[in-house]
């Protein structure tokens, strides 16, 4: 366990984060797949924020390939504290379905940027989704969770495709695409 400590000071943080969010797609792939089978995941309702996930999450992971990695440093802990205090006080989600406040078009505004997050940061983003599932769209908590596991999978995917390529061009290195100069 030492040994692998000592290894990961040496890998690039950028191949850190999509080794990571490769990890998470195959999970999120199966949870989605079980969702789907089980009849809880409602495409049509999911189209325009799916689409919004394209942008969103391909802009966050490649915002992350151009931030220096001492600025994500700075921000991840004061995110993270934010992030807590946020579920600690915030709106507390039900299981009961609600009214609308939102049509899903007016959603995947708020869908591309929690999957910004996504590609970015990366914590709490699917407990972000379940709260504006329940609190937006009027989803009961159980039926939010099992659309936001498509969400969430093409969030993932997308991000290792932005990183994988962050990779191959430039040699994961941040701020080195070769158009930011």
Not at 38 to 62: D, H, M, Q, Y
Not at 82 to 98: H, M, R, T
Not at 115 to 136: H, I, M, N
Request: charged share 10%.
């Amino acid at each position: 366990m030492c040994l692998a400590a000592v290894a990961a000071g040496f890998v690039d943080d950028i191949a850190a984060i999509a080794t990571n969010k490769v990890q998470s797609s195959f999970g999120t792939a199966s949870a989605t797949w079980s969702c789907w089978r089980a009849g809880r995941i409602n495409f049509g309702l999911l189209k325009w924020p799916l689409a919004s996930t394209l942008g969103g999450a391909g802009l966050g992971a490649f915002a992350v390939t151009i931030v220096y990695t001492r600025w994500r440093m700075v921000l991840l802990p004061v995110l993270q504290i934010a992030i807590a205090l946020y579920f600690l006080f915030g709106p507390k989600a039900s299981d009961e379905d609600a009214h609308a406040r939102l049509t899903p078009l007016a959603y995947s505004t708020v869908a591309g940027g929690i999957d910004f997050y996504d590609g970015f940061f990366r914590p709490g983003a699917g407990s972000f989704f379940v709260l504006r599932l329940v609190t937006l769209v009027g989803m009961g908590l159980t039926w939010a969770t099992a659309n936001i596991k498509a969400l969430n999978l093409m969030s993932n995917v997308l991000s290792v495709v932005v990183l994988a390529r962050a990779a191959m061009c430039c040699g994961c290195r941040a701020a080195q695409w070769p158009w930011v100069r």
